[in-house]
């Protein structure tokens, strides 16, 4: 496997890491299991997230 082809992979899988993640956050907040605390740190992360891939690069489920 080249280089290249692990910096693909390793890529897909972090993007499945916070697909899932935030899959799991959705479900903490409806259940009411976040504080507002939380919420910011989820907030930031996602805009953080969003910065790097540029507003026009970012996955749909963002």
């Known amino acids: 496997m080249s280089n290249l082809q692990i910096i693909e992979a390793l890529c897909s899988l972090v993007e499945s890491q ?29 805009k953080k997230y969003s910065e790097i891939l540029g507003a026009d690069e970012a996955p749909d489920n963002l």
Do not use: C
């Not at 479900?27 to 996602?46: H, I, K, P």
């Open 18 to 46: 916070a697909q899932l993640i935030q899959r799991l956050a959705f479900a903490l907040s409806e259940a009411g299991y976040l504080n507002e605390e939380d919420v910011r740190l989820m907030t930031d992360t996602q």
